[in-house]
């Protein structure tokens, strides 16, 4: 069985699966059980003079049978007096000394830094992660994601905490910003020593149309929320990834977050970086006990691969996250349906007309009614093959690829109901690898057919045209 423990900034834990700084990881007694269940290391909810929360607090998107594929949130801090909480850290210590427990902070001066950094590793924390990454109510004061926002701020806020701790300091770091690369630099400017995102996303879930205010309502109004859950893994696999390649930002441990809620989500957050993940909203959904099958599934995972240790895997996909312009413009694949599979839904044939790029064919249509359907190119011969699949269309045709006009977009594979009923096959294109920095790189990157004001500049520059 591969090994799964890490180190992180030296902070040792069982293995990568930490929860979130959030609801789960209010009290002593959550973390403890968390623990229990198979949890390696958890964020504490944020300490700082506390605050007073309102009601309602939560507001979830669904999607088809899918509930809560989002979830907003316009909870703050904790409300639990600062003594209460760093009673229960000591505790939790003392009964799981092998387990990692990060005290998240969240204060405005000097000072209060100081007390609290002082405070939090008297009671035996094992590092802290600075809160510059909630974006509802305690950003309006200052704090939160008002610090992610301004680089400079960022960088001395994280230097004090630098300065008063013994032990590593991790910056959590929050979405809402142009260029993530900017406060990962101040980060590693102050001499921090990881960091954690993504924070949670500024949104607005929805609006009660029968009394005309947002969601989720606390009277007659609301406000915007932080966005989580796993409608938003894509957005944070990519920030993670901006920092994990970045030549100097990437020497710092990442603790990914943001949308994880399996083994799969979370390999794939360590191989873009990642040395430790963070869970909330799928435990806040299934409970503590989802971990068993992280654990179980990452182990199986890395020892079909031949790895001895998760930290084997991590980063091993950051090579291959290129810009557009280092892509192989000779690359191509086209889609193939599996008669044996095809059920006859057609949805793979209304995308493609509607959405794409009008190559898939229906079988048994003349040429007029496949040109006045949208058809433009018309194969010679479209194959007439009945559906046979179980549970398909009674009288219902495959559709068919006229493989010269697809330009392998993949929806049709996306939006196919029957796994592995549309594959996506490589052809070769006789042609050797370019990507478009080469053309520019020569001189040749003008595609004809644009403005000829564009091509008249080109000409004037001395430019191929």
């Not at 400017?189 to 989720?216: Q, W």
């Not at 990437?250 to 869970?279: C, H, K, M, Y």
Request: charged residues 20%; glycine residues 10%.
């Amino acid at each position: 069985m591969a090994d799964l423990s890490i180190d992180f900034a030296g902070i040792k834990s069982p293995n990568p699966f930490w929860l979130a700084s959030a609801p789960p990881t209010n009290t002593g007694d959550q973390v403890m059980r968390a623990f229990d269940a198979g949890w390696g290391g958890a964020v504490w909810k944020t300490l700082g003079n506390p605050i007073v929360n309102v009601s309602s607090r939560f507001g979830g998107i669904d999607y088809g049978n899918t509930r809560m594929m989002g979830l907003n949130n316009i909870e703050l801090i904790t409300d639990r007096p600062l003594e209460v909480n760093l009673r229960e850290i000591r505790e939790v210590k003392r009964r799981y000394p092998s387990h990692t427990v990060i005290a998240s902070l969240m204060v405005d001066t000097k000072e209060e830094w100081k007390e609290i950094i002082e405070r939090a590793e008297e009671a035996g924390a094992d590092g802290h992660e600075l809160n510059f990454g909630c974006p509802h109510g305690m950003c309006e004061r200052g704090m939160g994601s008002a610090v992610s926002a301004e680089p400079k701020v960022l960088m001395e806020l994280a230097s004090w905490a630098v300065e008063f701790a013994t032990k590593p300091v991790i910056v959590k770091l929050s979405p809402n910003v142009g260029d993530i690369t900017e406060p990962g630099e101040a980060v590693l400017a102050s001499g921090a020593h990881g960091i954690s995102l993504i924070n949670t996303i500024k949104s607005i879930m929805g609006v009660d149309l029968d009394r005309m205010v947002p969601m989720p309502r606390v009277g007659n109004a609301s406000t915007n929320g932080g966005y989580c859950g796993p409608a938003v893994k894509p957005i944070a696999l990519h920030l993670l990834s901006q920092l994990s390649r970045h030549p100097q930002v990437g020497r710092l441990p990442i603790s990914g977050i943001g949308g994880i809620s399996n083994w799969r989500d979370a390999a794939e957050f360590i191989a873009l970086g990642s040395t430790s993940v963070q869970v909330c909203t799928a435990v806040m959904h299934y409970g503590y006990r989802i971990v068993e099958d992280m654990i179980e599934g990452l182990s199986d995972f890395l020892d079909e691969r031949g790895m001895k240790s998760v930290n084997e895997l991590r980063g091993r996909a950051v090579p291959q996250y290129k810009e557009w312009g280092e892509l192989d413009l000779s690359f191509r694949v086209v889609a193939d349906v599996d008669p044996g599979k095809c059920i006859g839904c057609q949805l793979c044939y209304v995308a493609c007309m509607d959405g794409a790029h009008q190559c898939i064919h229906l079988p048994g249509r003349s040429e007029a009614e496949a040109r006045a359907a949208g058809h433009t190119h018309i194969p010679k011969v479209i194959p007439d093959r009945a559906v046979v699949a179980k549970g398909g269309a009674p009288g219902a045709r495959v559709p068919f690829v006229d493989e010269d006009e697809c330009i392998g977009c993949n929806l049709c594979q996306l939006v196919c109901p029957v796994a592995g009923c549309i594959t996506m096959k490589e052809i070769p294109s006789g042609k050797p690898s370019e990507t478009w920095n080469d053309r520019v790189q020569r001189g040749d990157d003008f595609v004809p057919g644009g403005l000829r004001t564009t091509e008249a500049a080109r000409k004037a520059r001395g430019e191929s045209a």
